[in-house]
């Protein structure tokens, strides 16, 4: 039901005749079309506050609306039917050169977190690490053993535009099936092998809004950037590298770790239309990018589903972009050069790294 039904069914008109066909003083006309306007501002409000002021998003947004979107926000065919860098074709030499300038005071600034390596609420994957050389035993070297499944809540990583399947497919209409025991025949972590160099611009939604950071469950909605956008001045440009803070690291450090993906602030998928709007190349945050709970019907990860698989726009997850946004307001310039490149790992569906900004 619309809104303007939700409304009707009221039964409520401010200009309707007094029913009890007795005449009324002006004021009391007037006190009784203020009050009937009152109760239908509540009624607006009741349908419009669990989206936008309530911390706690349950689902108000309807399946089909995402549907939609897989659709009207498609990039599929865009760049050829073999293509396999989806948004990332936004970077070009021009954008690369024009990139290069913004390097002013050449303070860079790593957007990692540090490796994990116990587990946690937020961290059901601990990063093993193990030495295997000490001082002068077995010789006189140092040496050490790494492994991670990088993917989830925790460790910062790039999602390949093979992370994410819909109805049997990938990006560009590629078949699940050309992913297998083996790795990704498609769509892989090695499209990007010749790594991101370009404009990276930050969205301290945290820091806008007055906070060290977002209450858990806060949606980013296209109106808060629209708001942004106008109050701080900086332009989303075609090929940016955006990046979202919401502050969770700050949170953690502060509170102590929780479960991500039960309750974090992030995009609510309803923002995935501005961001198309822009042409930007790719996205990330310090968390991982949605919102949980996701506000949306049936999808846990609609935000993860309508980049990856119908914009090919790859995401940056798990961020630490505290030091960054500290530079940022320092400086008070939130564009800088993005520079990162993920390991080179054949079929791989993404790669953990160690993003860097360079002021």
Known sequence: MTLGAKLANTGENPHESNREGTYESTEGIMMRVFFKQLKIISILVALVAPTVFSGNVSAQLKKSAVDNWMISLSNWQRWGAQDELGSLNLITAETRIAASRLVKSGISVSMAHQVLTEAAPDNGNPYEHEMTSVGSSPGPW??????????????????????????????????????????????????FENGIFGRGVLIDMAAYKGKQWLELSTPITDADLDAWERDTGIVIQSGDVVLVRTGRWARRESLGPWNVAAESAGLHASAAAWFKAKDIAMIGSDVALDVFPSGVEVYTHPVHLIF??????????????????????????????????????????????????TF
């Open 308 to 357: 990856l698989v119908a914009m090919g726009t790859p995401i940056f997850d798990n961020l630490d972009l505290e030091a960054v946004a500290q530079e940022a307001q320092l400086q008070n310039r939130w564009e800088f050069l993005f520079t990162s490149a993920p390991l080179k790992i054949e079929g791989g569906t993404g790669s953990p790294l160690n993003p860097i900004a």
């Open 142 to 191: 140092s040496g050490d053993s790494i492994g991670v499944s990088y993917h989830g809540y925790a460790h910062s990583h790039l999602d390949a535009l093979c992370h994410r399947f819909h109805e049997g497919t990938m990006y560009n209409g590629y078949s699940e099936d050309e992913v297998t025991g083996e790795g990704c025949g498609k769509l892989a972590i090695t499209a």
